[in-house]
């Protein structure tokens, strides 16, 4: 097997690990709040605990990719393992929120795997299989948002929650293990000196692409958040005469997981020969539109079968936005590059989950649908705006064959 292979097959499994132990704890927060006896202020807690990790991410992933362009990536990516799998197993022993709250803190500051991993993957594939690399990472994400629930639930119900975060630990030293003995970093090329995060900022300022990129990054985060409150009660709505709403729930949830599994690397590999602002701009035309489509849809399985195709397409849309990243730097700046997406990214998924709950206490959970769907189009015409005529670059920019500032 290549060795640009066998690193993507093992930063994919790391990556599954790495996804699967996050949703097997995160979604149970709430319940793990209440065991360890907070009764008064639970939501305030809670989404307290929950949106720590972003801020704090958001703030440290532009100095954690300035550290990787000097050191390279795989370091990064065994720091945040360690990290992560240490921060697990100690939430595992706490008996006050704050300790909680705490510890959430430290794991967004820490935090990394993921974006270390495609960062490598973009980085040292090769430039005719980019477009499929990448598609293929964000399956491993896709894949563990699905099994995570179901792991950590199974977990949870026969030995407690604190024997679930025990085991998101193990899991994610597992991944982090594989990638410390069989990963190997090649044609990485260190950055001269580690800049500031200000000068990363201040680098991504006048590279037209890579700012447009990371814009059209927030708004996509901040639209798909939006709705993530109020899913639930919607879906309970419609499958009221459902016993056990919790289980319609998860497998309403799994389906686009599900459709990113079954149509991302084939979305990759289109991207490969068209362009990756095209699929983009088609991902993005799927995901407004099918968020719309789902307002007509008052039975819980039409709803359902909307969702799975708004998956399928929209599963096409991250992928692509990370090989724009990579097609519009250069190697050396790579790292900061992708931590600023991540910072990007963090910010749209902090306040559109608060935008979206305000807009459903104010009118209606039909709001948010259509402040999503027409969200998600405004972004679409963004791209297309911006964007610039993509004449044979589906390949060649991925590499860096053209100039940042040429590449779309």
């Not at 563990?144 to 179901?150: A, D, N, T, V």
């Not at 949870?156 to 990638?179: E, H, K, M, P, Q």
Request: charged share 10%; net charge positive; with cysteine.
């Amino acid at each position: 097997m290549p060795l640009w292979k066998r690193n993507l097959w093992l930063l994919w499994f790391g990556s599954l690990v790495t996804s699967a132990s996050y949703s097997m704890v995160v979604p149970f927060l709430p319940l793990f709040l209440l065991k360890i006896g907070v009764h008064h202020h639970t939501s305030m807690w809670s989404g307290l605990i929950f949106s720590s990790a972003f801020l704090t991410g958001a703030l440290s992933s532009p100095f954690w990719g300035s550290v990787a362009d000097k050191y390279g990536r795989k370091p990064m990516i065994i720091r945040s393992g360690f990290a992560l799998c240490f921060v697990y197993l100690l939430t595992a022993f706490v008996q006050h929120p704050w300790e909680l709250l705490a510890l959430r803190g430290v794991q967004g500051l820490l935090a990394g795997f993921i974006p270390g991993a495609i960062a490598l993957v973009g980085t040292s594939t090769p430039k005719q299989d980019v477009g499929y690399a990448l598609a293929l990472m964000s399956t491993a994400t896709a894949t563990g948002s699905i099994l995570g629930p179901l792991v950590g639930g199974a977990v949870a119900s026969w030995l407690g929650n604190r024997a679930a975060f025990a085991a998101a630990g193990v899991l994610v030293l597992l991944g982090t293990l594989l990638v410390l003995v069989w990963v190997k970093e090649y044609n990485f090329v260190p950055a001269k000196t580690r800049s500031s995060v200000m000068g990363a900022m201040k680098t991504a300022v006048h590279n037209r692409p890579l700012l447009v990129t990371l814009m059209i990054t927030m708004l996509t985060a901040f639209s798909i958040m939006t709705i993530e409150p109020v899913l639930p009660l919607y879906i309970a709505q419609l499958g009221s005469h459902w016993h056990d709403i919790s289980l319609l729930a998860g497998i309403i949830f799994s389906l686009s997981g599900i459709a990113s599994v079954i149509f991302a690397a084939r979305w990759g590999r289109f991207a490969d020969r068209v362009g990756f602002r095209k699929v983009l701009l088609i991902g993005l035309i799927g995901g407004g539109v099918g968020n719309l489509a789902q307002l007509p849809f008052h039975q819980i399985w039409g709803f359902a079968t909307v969702r799975f195709v708004y998956g399928a397409f929209f599963c096409a849309v991250f992928p692509a936005i990370n090989a724009l990243v990579v097609q519009s730097t250069e190697p050396e700046f790579r790292g900061r590059a992708f931590g600023l997406n991540q910072t990007a990214n963090q910010i749209g998924t902090l306040f559109g989950p608060l935008v979206g709950g305000a807009l459903a206490g104010a009118f209606s959970v039909h709001s948010v649908f259509w402040v999503t769907g027409l969200l998600l189009l405004v972004t679409t015409t963004l791209t297309y705006v911006t964007g610039r005529p993509q004449r044979g670059v589906g390949r060649a920019a991925v590499a860096g064959d053209v100039p940042p500032n040429h590449a779309g």
